[in-house]
């Protein structure tokens, strides 16, 4: 009920003013109560007092004198105007010395049951009894008298009836005070409210909303006191938490979208090693869901989670791990110095740069293999005509002479090969695009290798018509279709058929070659455009294949947007069907080939 501002402002002032006004009211009764005693002792002092000696010396005369008591009765009588005696709560008495026994009194009773106070006994003793105790019901004088051989006692008692009415009084004037004041205090209290606790309770409705996250409303200033600079306090403070939570909020899209799309994967987890995040690229790198994404079960065996939060962080863990095909390499580090904090696990897929470094291994290899062969022929038939000096016959030296010239020229053949793939690879082979027609290259490449496919006895047919102009570097175009021609001859045993067909479909133009020849195994055809993927390496070598050559002509391919591939089909021999764009987008035009 006293919690609100309101109620406690009510409480307070209730207890000031009745607080204020208990210290008043006692004051005042305490003074009214000590001014009446100080009265009754001065009007005594008065009476019988130095000042008034003659009277007492009249009393003393009157006291030696036989009935001297009635004469001093009519004595206090005549000043019982400055005594104040009113026979009510004031009155005199006068009293035998040696018995107590009263002889006169101003009261009906005629002073019966007169109690025997403190100061009464004091004038028994001769002396005057003159002390007060304020607690007391009662004020008293007693004053020993002494005539001749007779010794009376005056004793003026006051019982305060007079001053307790006068308290009684004041005390309901001061409970009235109190009720009003009260009332008072209750209106002013709602007064201070409207001015003092309305804006707090505006403040505290503004903070609820900045704390609900609503900042779109200002708190009015309406007064430049305390309450007023406190809401232009707030209002700042709202508006910087408001840019702060912004810019807090920016930074955190932000990363969310970075983390969303960036290729590496990101895994994050707390001091106690439970995940915060997961991003979608480290859930496909590590193949499971981001809630199966638990250390202990994948990280800890490569880097203990204790070991990667007692690092510092500008260190880090790199490790590697291979999950079914792929392999990850892993970069553990802790992502804060602080209390919080945990470790942040960093995923790269190196799959693809494994097998990069594998194949050029593997080109190393070949290469050298590839070129030793023909070097150790030339060495070894050089060797033997220069070790049999004259006594080689002419002819079978000439047959010498002219393997090591063959050989010399697979050499060349070999390196050349070689580096058109390097110039096509770094990109330095720049494809000279024009309008050609696709139809009449076709024809330039028919009429070169008709020849040869003479010489081996082949049929040599095509099928194509109407064929588009397309965009492309001719020579380069010619060099693969001749290739795939050459392959077709190469490979069919003599006295085959050779089919060109070439067609276009919507964008794009293509060529096949169909042969009826020894036909590549299922399990080697994926594999013939690889650098140095032969099937039959000695029938290769012998008809003076490289290897080589579906390879560059899958790089010229591609430089052009188009395709090289074998054709899926029954029976036996082998088709290659070539297709390429009519037009070159300029994106696709620059656009390198990077098959290896
Ligand atoms: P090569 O210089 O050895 O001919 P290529 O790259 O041109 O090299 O061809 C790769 C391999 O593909 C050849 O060695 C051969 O085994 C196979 N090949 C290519 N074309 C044919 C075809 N028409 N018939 C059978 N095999 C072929």
Redesign the pocket.
Known sequence: MFRSLHMKLVLIMLLLITSLMAVVGAFLMTSVTNFYIDDFYSQMGETFGESNADFVNSLRAEAAQEGGVAVMQSMLETYSGTLGIDSRSRNYYILDAASGECLAASDELGGENLEQTANLLTARNGQVGDESDIAAGYMDVAIPISGGDNSYIIYIRDNRSTVSSLNSELLIIILQALLVGLLISVLLSFLLSKTMINPIEKLTEGAERVASGDFSEKLEVDSTDEIGILTTTFNDMASVLHSTLEAVEDERNKLDTLFLHMTDGVVAYDRDGALIHCNPAASELLERSADECVYAELFEPLCPFEKVMAMQRSDFVASELTVGERTVELYFAPFSDEERGGVLVVLHDVTQQRKAEERRREFVANVSHELRTPLTNIRSYAETIRDAGDELPRELENNFLDIVINESDRMTHIVQ?LLTLSRLDSGRSEMNMARFDFGAAIDSVLRSIELEARRHGHELTHDYHDLPMIMGDRGRIEQVML??L???????PDGGHIRVTAGAVGERVWME?A?D????PKA?RSR??E???????A???E???????????TEIVQRHNGTLSLVDREGP??T?RLELPIRQSEEGSAQEGGNG
């Open positions: 090969d290739n795939v050459g392959n077709a001859v190469k490979y069919t070659v042969d020849g020894i036909g590549i080697d013939i455009f650098r140095f993927y032969r099937v039959d390496k029938r290769s070598r008809s003076g294949g490289t290897g080589l050559g579906l390879s560059i002509a021999g082998t290659v």
